[in-house]
């Protein structure tokens, strides 16, 4: 087994094995996701661009991977931490390990490391920079470490241009567990900060004709767009508050169209509607995060992986009479929704389409399909 580590900006180095691709090393903002499976999801993720991601649930890999259960195109992840890769899956989708899976994609993984001191050094001190160092190179701690703390803050970065489309497209493939929707359907634009493919299967089997666009696409370009009926934000990688662009086009359509933000397009829609956002401290990532509706008093456990918030104490004031907060993270009390309701425009900080993750936030995808068919009355 080839020999590997992993060196954090703060000196503390984690030592394993490779069971991933050999071919160099790898850095980026460490951090830990909590869910027991969704590996593959997990690594497809565009929001987990430039992250080196940690399973904290020890046993990685037994279902092996599949061609079905990826949310972009590539694999996003900058690089795999777990304590115990599983290079024999079982199961009958199977179509390689998840080994195999990572050297084809040339993404770096570890295994063998003590993922239950890591993820505790990591709550501790905070999401940390690491670089994952393979072969020769994992025996240099020095320069590892040094390394490590030449990874730029994941404060301040626009990573979005990696993972958004270059070119506009229509999807038309639903979720095959809510399947076809039989009725007329309503147009939806979706801008792609880094979109994952489950929200737009979602959103085809809530009703919607979904035509996807580039993240710099100006408000103007789709106010000009015949026939639409609606905006969606889209989840992403990255600090909202160095996306300037993008949060001046929200600002050019809210109150013009109804719009649903997800994840960086919650935090894009908090700061177009005069809400701070800010680095929180290691992050929320798994499919375990319960999150309480303030009017329903309903919970429901979520799926997310974010590392900015909205600035809850300005989402309670409110920033205008119909600004208000509408659901909270149990765990840390963060701002997990806010809606603008005289100008049919809401979000949610969590992933709703559930992929990983479990099913209970999917009606918010009726909840913004109600909010469509209110606007076309108002306006009408």
């Known amino acids: 087994m080839t020999p590997a580590a992993l060196a954090l900006a703060d000196g503390r180095v984690f030592r394993g094995y490779s069971f991933g691709w050999e071919g160099g090393s790898t850095q980026g903002e460490v951090v830990f996701h909590t869910g027991m499976s969704g590996y593959q999801e997990i690594l497809t993720d565009p929001s987990y661009r430039g992250q080196l991601v940690v399973m904290t649930y020890p046993h990685i890999g037994n279902y092996g991977v599949n061609e079905s ?46 993922t239950r001191a890591l993820t505790r050094h990591l709550r501790t001190k905070g999401s ?8 020769d190179a994992a025996a240099a701690t020095e320069k590892l470490i040094q390394a490590a703390t030449q990874v730029p803050p994941m404060e301040g970065q626009d990573l979005v241009s990696a993972v958004t489309c270059i070119e506009p497209y229509k999807w038309n493939e639903p979720n095959a567990d809510l399947g076809e929707f039989n009725g007329a359907r309503k147009k939806v634009v979706v801008f792609d900060y880094g979109v994952k493919r489950n929200i737009l299967r979602s959103l085809v089997s809530h009703g919607f004709e979904v035509s996807v666009v580039p993240s710099k696409t100006t408000a103007a370009a789709v106010l000009e767009m015949p026939g639409i009926d609606g905006v969606v934000l889209s989840n992403g990688p990255g600090d909202p508050a160095a996306m300037g662009y993008a949060v001046e086009t929200v600002k050019g359509l809210v109150g013009k169209r109804p719009i649903m933000g997800i994840c960086l397009g919650h935090q894009l829609l908090g700061r177009a509607l005069g809400l701070k956002t800010f680095k929180l401290k290691f992050g929320h990532h798994g499919a375990n995060h319960p999150v309480k509706d303030l009017k329903t ?13 909205v600035d809850a104490e300005g989402a309670r004031s409110g920033v205008g009479s119909d600004v ?15 809606e603008a309701r005289d100008r049919f425009a809401f979000s949610v900080q969590y992933h709703p389409e559930a992929a990983p993750g479990p099913h209970d936030a999917d009606g918010l995808f009726s909840k913004y399909r109600a909010l469509v068919d209110d606007w076309k009355r108002v306006t009408r």
Not at 128 to 135: H, K, M, P, R, T
Not at 297 to 309: C, D, E, L, P, Y
Not at 324 to 338: K, R, S, V
């Open 128 to 135: 940390l920079n690491g670089v994952i160092g393979v072969g």
């Open 69 to 114: 259960d990826v949310e972009s195109g590539r694999v996003q992840a900058a690089g795999l931490v777990v304590r115990d890769a599983c290079e024999v899956p079982s199961s009958w989708r199977a179509s390689q390990s998840l080994g195999a899976y990572l050297k084809s994609s040339r993404t770096v993984g570890i295994t063998g490391i003590d």
């Open 297 to 309: 008093g309903k919970v429901a456990i979520t799926s997310q992986n974010h590392g900015f918030a």
């Open 324 to 338: 208000e907060m509408t659901q909270i993270n149990l765990y840390d009390q963060t701002c997990e929704g806010i």
